[in-house]
């Protein structure tokens, strides 16, 4: 077997061990994927500042995430099905994220429940919120989160109408998925995956079913999910929100700089550049080209975190150059996940540190918080102006 270098190794291992439905879940975006697309391809845009003959000894890649330290500034974002990808995949990432010290952040729409992590783990780990129309199942995902011991609630806020993704409607996706032929055929030819989950009764959205009103079974599920997310979420839902939970507050799903500005009002502790991974609105920009203005905009107000299209730990730095705090990584640990379980979250994040550090040592610093536009030496063709004094290199 060729050793496992990069990210792209992971996600063609994932390829073949995880059954296709849930493989294609995970790599898709919205109608056309041009935004998918441009996430990823933006990066190659940014071009570092090389420096030499600098002293690389005793480096740091540790930070803080809204007070909390990180061994690295990346956090494993919110991502529905997590347990599809492989058996107990929430339980698994989570124990990673504690081992490695960063953060999990569980989805709403998880398999796994919030009680099913919090009985598996020790750190405290975020939960993502989606906005439903029946606030009193809203109100008891909160207080669930606040028992469980979470330490901050992400509220994700661009995804109240979906964005339709070919893939899925193709494969005929659900979970746990329907016994078709295709789909058995699919599960026949994934015997890691089939192995692992017949070990398990983690199967089904275990945040919602038997906690939401009327929802006991997977029918009931369907219609209930397709007619919950609320479409009239507003910013004052957000202050309710912020209010009923009391505790740090992430907004989710920022890709404006006027939204950005909205979201300060409401008090929240950190914003999130992101567009869901370009599963939302197809066309939008990529987070990497707009996260500069919204830095410009409200960078000295409020932290700013970052996802979509992380593939390397030099993506990391770039964000980080330009003004997140911390970067969120979704498909990446979801293909370790798939590939190798446990060991292939742990194996993603080795990848990006190693990647992260040898960049860091390459542009001459030798711990993260020093690093800024100033080791950037092109964003987007625009060539970056380096004063004498503006490098902690020179
Ligand atoms: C398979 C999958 C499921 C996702 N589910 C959720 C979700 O339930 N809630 C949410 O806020 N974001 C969700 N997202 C978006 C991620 O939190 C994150 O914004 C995105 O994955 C970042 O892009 P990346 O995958 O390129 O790192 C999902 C993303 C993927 C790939």
């Known amino acids: 077997m060729s050793p496992v270098l990069e990210i792209a190794d992971l996600k063609r291992i994932a390829r073949r061990r995880v059954p296709k439905l849930f493989f294609d879940y995970a790599d898709s975006g919205s109608w056309t994927e041009s935004t998918y697309a441009a996430n990823e391809a933006d990066f190659r845009d940014i ?19 809204i007070g909390r330290d990180v061994s690295l500034p990346i956090a494993l974002a919110p991502t529905g099905l997590c347990g599809m990808q492989r058996a107990d995949g929430e339980i698994l990432a989570a124990q990673a994220a504690e081992e ?17 992590v919090a009985e598996h783990t020790k750190a405290p780990f975020w ?28 509220l994700t806020l661009d995804l109240q109408i979906l964005g339709q993704r070919h893939k899925d409607l193709r494969n005929g996706l659900t979970a746990p998925p329907r016994l078709t032929p295709k789909h058995l055929w699919q599960m026949a030819t994934s015997p890691v995956w089939v192995a692992a989950m017949a070990k398990t009764q983690r199967r089904t959205f275990r945040n919602i079913v ?9 029918s009931a599920l369907h219609s209930w999910t397709a007619e919950q997310f609320d479409p009239q979420l507003s910013w004052s839902d957000v202050e309710w929100i912020k209010d009923y939970w009391g505790g740090p507050l992430i907004l989710k799903g920022i890709l404006d700089p006027e939204d950005a500005r909205m979201a300060i009002n ?111 030496y092109s964003v987007f063709g625009e060539k970056v102006e380096h004063g004498p004094a503006a490098s902690s290199a020179a």
Not at 47 to 52: D, G, S
Not at 54 to 59: A, E, G, L, P
Not at 309 to 328: H, N
Request: with cysteine; net charge positive.
């Open 100 to 116: 490695l010290v960063i953060p999990f952040t569980l989805s709403t729409m998880s398999i796994c429940s919030i009680e099913d």
């Open 127 to 154: 939960f993502q919120l989606y906005v439903m129309r029946d606030k009193d199942f809203v109100r008891s995902l909160i207080d669930r989160a606040r028992t469980a011991g979470c330490s901050a609630l992400v």
């Open 210 to 218: 038997g906690h939401a009103k009327g929802v006991s079974d997977m």
């Open 266 to 376: 409401t008090g929240a502790d950190a914003i999130i550049v992101s567009n869901h991974g370009g599963r939302q609105l197809d066309g939008a920009a990529s987070s990497i080209r707009v996260l500069p203005e919204i830095v410009e905009a409200v960078g000295d107000k409020i932290e700013i975190h970052f996802d979509g299209g992380i593939r390397s730990g030099q993506d990391i730095l770039k964000a980080k150059c330009l003004g997140a705090k911390g970067a969120y990584v979704g498909r990446p640990y979801l293909y370790g996940l798939g590939a190798f379980g446990k060991d292939g979250v742990h194996k993603m994040y080795d990848i990006l540190k190693t990647e992260l550090d040898i960049t860091m040592a390459l542009c001459g610093e030798r711990d993260i918080e020093n690093m800024g536009r100033h080791n950037l």
């Open 47 to 65: 071009k570092l500042r090389q420096r030499v003959a600098v002293d690389m000894t005793n480096r740091s890649v540790a930070t803080k995430m």
